[in-house]
């Protein structure tokens, strides 16, 4: 998934006989490389966001989305730290979605900065390298996160717990979030690995992003923006389509189950002169208890499955605009996409707290601050209570 803000053309061209390659290696803090030759050209000069007022509105947008998520997603990674209950296979990857939604806001006020600068980029070129490598990567470990966390949810629903069980160990789940990481991770890389692009300033829309220097550097955008991005979301779709399908399978069967049992019949539990019946009541006492037990259950993780794909349609409807945009030209819109694009790395934070029951009591215990009311206290909780860290000590409740 392509991230940047570069839509120049694929291939430099200059007046002398060479026509050197753009790397990363290349930028350096005095020369701002640009992304075509022809943006120096009278002759039919390409788009700039050099409307300053624009400008401004555009990096009031991205420091707003910054602090919000620095807010949110911090108290997301806090309220697995402090509590137990939440420390799930899932949410495993929630927390590392988190993780990439913090370091994507972290370097947000960057883009904000190169945006305000009235005579080119105020900082050193090498920190919108660093800014751009950042964020492809982390909205590239945002893009796996969700599909993990949908093959998870599948797994959970569909398969028996003996099998979720054996794969999402806590050895495997640290396999897991390390390829979730070093996958985006590479691809980001490859443009430089291969010699066809870099990150640096992007003139153009003043702001951090990636840099072309060849035509292979458009095919690699096509293939990452075009193929591996939807091939991703499908992944993601079908399995919440799977879910979809299994529940109401299941649903449906437990409403014939349920009719049959209301159908009048002989009662189960009458007495037949002889101290058994007491063990025949009880038996069907605790069938209706397990069923009711199963039936709670079913409920609860329906509706933390719900409250996930609620997370994947925000990505997709924040995401998928300047996706699109990004890989068909120059467009006045594309910086406001991009201010929606990073707004997605705020919102899960809004979801969990409104949405997933356990977190949203946290959060409410966090914030009062009543930490000491927080459930299923952890080990490191323990540490921050004993040490009276953070109004952690027991009069906090």
Same mark, same amino acid.
């Given at each position: 998934?392509?991230?940047?803000?570069?839509?120049? $053309?694929?291939? /430099?061209?200059?007046?002398?006989?060479?026509?050197?390659?753009?790397?990363?290696?290349?930028?350096?803090?005095?020369?701002?490389?640009?992304?075509?030759?022809?943006?120096? @050209?009278?002759?039919?000069?390409?788009?700039?966001?050099?409307?300053? $007022?624009?400008?401004?509105?555009?990096?009031?947008?991205? !420091?707003?989305?910054?602090?919000?998520?620095?807010?949110?997603?911090?108290?997301?990674?806090?309220?697995?730290?402090? @509590?137990?209950?939440?420390?799930?296979? $899932?949410?495993?990857?929630?927390?590392?979605?988190?993780?990439?939604?913090?370091?994507?806001?972290?370097?947000?006020?960057?883009?904000?900065?190169?945006?305000?600068?009235?005579?080119?980029?105020?900082?050193?070129? &090498?920190?919108?390298?660093?800014?751009?490598?950042?964020?492809?990567?982390?909205?590239?470990?945002?893009?796996?996160?969700?599909?993990?966390?949908?093959?998870?949810? /599948?797994?959970?629903?569909?398969?028996?717990?003996?099998?979720?069980?054996?794969?999402?160990?806590?050895?495997?789940?640290?396999? &897991?979030?390390?390829?979730?990481?070093?996958?985006? !991770?590479f691809i980001t890389l490859l443009p430089s690995l291969m010699n066809i692009g870099g990150f640096t300033y992007n003139k153009k829309y003043h702001t951090c992003g990636s840099t072309t220097s060849q035509t292979s550097s458009h095919i690699y955008n096509i293939i990452v923006g075009?193929?591996?991005?939807?091939?991703?979301?499908?992944?993601?779709?079908?399995?919440?389509? /799977?879910? &979809?399908?299994?529940?109401?399978?299941?649903?449906?069967?437990?409403?014939?189950?349920?009719?049959?049992?209301?159908?009048?019949?002989?009662?189960?539990?009458?007495?037949?002169?002889?101290?058994?019946?007491?063990?025949?009541? !009880?038996?069907?006492?605790?069938?209706?208890? /397990?069923?009711?037990?199963? @039936?709670?259950?079913?409920?609860?993780?329906?509706?933390?499955?719900?409250?996930?794909?609620?997370?994947?349609?925000?990505?997709?409807?924040?995401?998928?605009?300047?996706?699109?945009?990004?890989?068909?030209?120059?467009?006045?819109?594309?910086?406001?996409?991009?201010?929606?694009?990073?707004?997605?790395?705020?919102?899960?934070?809004?979801?969990?707290?409104?949405?997933?029951?356990?977190?949203?009591?946290?959060?409410?215990?966090?914030?009062?601050?009543?930490?000491?009311?927080?459930?299923?206290?952890?080990?490191?909780?323990?540490?921050?209570?004993?040490?009276?860290?953070? &109004?952690?000590?027991?009069?906090?409740?």
């Open positions: 998934m392509d991230v940047t803000t570069d839509m120049g $053309t694929d291939k /430099l061209t200059f007046n002398s006989t060479e026509n050197p390659s753009l790397n990363f290696n290349d930028v350096g803090a005095g020369s701002l490389p640009t992304d075509n030759a022809a943006f120096n @050209s009278t002759k039919n000069p390409p788009f700039e966001f050099s409307d300053y $007022t624009q400008r401004v509105i555009v990096a009031t947008l991205f !420091l707003s989305v910054a602090v919000l998520g620095i807010f949110g997603n911090t108290l997301v990674i806090l309220a697995v730290l402090l @509590s137990r209950k939440v420390r799930t296979a $899932t949410n495993a990857f929630v927390v590392n979605l988190s993780v990439a939604d913090l370091l994507t806001c972290l370097v947000i006020p960057w883009n904000a900065v190169a945006l305000l600068g009235r005579e080119g980029l105020p900082v050193g070129v &090498w920190v919108c390298s660093v800014t751009a490598v950042v964020q492809n990567a982390a909205v590239g470990c945002s893009v796996f996160s969700l599909v993990f966390i949908g093959l998870n949810r /599948l797994l959970l629903i569909t398969r028996p717990r003996t099998t979720y069980y054996k794969i999402y160990t806590p050895k495997k789940i640290v396999v &897991w979030l390390v390829l979730v990481w070093l996958i985006p !991770l075009g193929v591996v991005y939807p091939i991703l979301l499908i992944i993601i779709i079908a399995c919440y389509l /799977l879910i &979809w399908r299994h529940l109401k399978h299941h649903t449906k069967k437990m409403a014939n189950a349920q009719q049959i049992e209301a159908t009048p019949s002989i009662p189960s539990t009458i007495s037949m002169g002889y101290t058994g019946s007491d063990d025949m009541k !009880l038996s069907h006492v605790n069938q209706k208890s /397990l069923k009711a037990d199963n @039936s709670q259950l079913g409920r609860r993780q329906s509706a933390i499955t719900k409250n996930m794909f609620f997370v994947v349609c925000a990505f997709m409807l924040c995401v998928t605009p300047y996706a699109v945009v990004a890989m068909y030209g120059d467009s006045p819109a594309r910086p406001y996409l991009f201010a929606l694009f990073f707004f997605n790395s705020c919102v899960n934070p809004i979801i969990y707290g409104t949405k997933h029951r356990d977190f949203k009591a946290i959060f409410r215990y966090i914030l009062r601050p009543q930490w000491a009311n927080i459930p299923e206290p952890s080990g490191f909780f323990k540490v921050l209570r004993r040490s009276k860290c953070c &109004w952690v000590s027991d009069q906090s409740g």
